[in-house]
């Protein structure tokens, strides 16, 4: 049986297991670090061309994020040293910036969280590197639609489970694979919090959505199969069969009468090309 509790102070939290219940002054926080962190994915647009490195857009991240009176989150996070995650073609997730160059054909991922207040506002979004092919470009805007799919299944009285069957069913119409081995998770004063986001997953089943809970829908969606090999720099995660892989997040809110996004892109650029 899931456990939750209803959050009565606004100070921060240790992570007990439990679903935690937010009320209105936490949707507004997370509105807040929601939007910082969508406005910092804007931010990059420009700048996501040939010859950038992965390194610039890590300095430019967190430029932008402690300008704007944040912290990135994931910098000092379990060891972790830089301001961002940048996921290139078969990188499923948490890529480390480095000096490598994006180059044309490059589909790219990349990962913000600020902390904002005292929230946490998670997103990530998909980017397109000049001419890139179709069979790459149809598994972003496929990888998108999965996320929306989701996210369209965050109503209260719904399960997780019903999150994932859309996400998944989308995916494999199309004959690509869903990353198991990765979710969602809970946020808000915490980074990771529960419940776990899985996006595999049967209707009916899992934690029940209820008004108030907090938490990330983040399918990565591989052209190839859906295993993935940590190397060993212990952080970054690739596909088995060297496929591309790709995501999108948002940070979103349960409602009375569905959810709300925190992480909408002020520029309304929800997926690319970014005019």
Known sequence: MTDYTTVTSDLPMSRTGAIKLYGREAFAGMHKAGKLAAETLDMLVPHMVPGTTTATIDQLIYDY?????????????????????????????HGIPSDKTLKVGDIVNVDVTPLLDGWHGDSSRMYLIGDVQLKARRLVEVTYECLMLGIEQARPGNHMGDVASAIQRHAERHRYGVVR???GHGLGRLFHDAPEVVHVGKPGTGPELKPGMIFTIEPMINIGRPEVKLLPDGWTAVTRDRSLSAQFEHSIGITETGCEIFTLSPKGWHQPPYA
């Open 65 to 93: 994020i402690t300008a704007a009176g944040g912290v990135p989150a994931t910098l000092g996070y379990r060891g972790y040293t830089h301001s961002t995650c940048v996921s290139i073609n078969h990188v499923v997730c």
């Open 181 to 183: 081995d990765f979710c």
